[in-house]
Nanobody
Framework: QVQLVESGGGLVQAGGSLRLSCAASGRTFSSYAMGWFRQARGKEREFVASISWSGGSTNYADSVKGRFAISRDYAKHTVYLQMNSLKPDDTPVYYC????????????WGQGTQVTVSS
């Protein structure tokens, strides 16, 4: 089992920056991949970014490439999402996810943190 707690959401003007944090507990932090997803009201949850268990591989949705950066701090058991050049379309609720290694998919989710980008 993995428990995830997000923080760092809030209100920001378009063009601004925010950093989301996700603190993980439970399984050994270095044993699973981590990711960020987002979901706007009335829409399906979409992938934003992921980072491998080693931190050596990252992936991004095309919509955030060059603007967002995912990283992980093994000492703090925390994964971050640095978001720059924010747009109003970046507004949804952001969810942190951890890989369920046994299932081979993201199976653990945080409660979500709201990001609001004003134009």
């Amino acid at each position: 089992q993995v428990q995830l707690v997000e923080s760092g959401g809030g209100l920001v003007q378009a063009g601004g920056s925010l950093r989301l944090s996700c603190a993980a507990s439970g399984r050994t932090f270095s044993s699973y991949a981590m990711g960020w997803f987002r979901q706007a009201r009335g829409k399906e949850r979409e992938f934003v970014a992921s980072i491998s268990w080693s931190g050596g591989s990252t992936n991004y949705a095309d919509s955030v490439k060059g603007r967002f950066a995912i990283s992980r701090d093994y000492a703090k058991h925390t994964v971050y999402l640095q978001m720059n050049s924010l747009k109003p379309d970046d507004t949804p609720v952001y969810y942190c996810a951890a890989e369920d290694v046994d299932a081979g998919e993201f199976g653990y989710w945080g409660q979500g943190t709201q990001v609001t980008v004003s134009s």
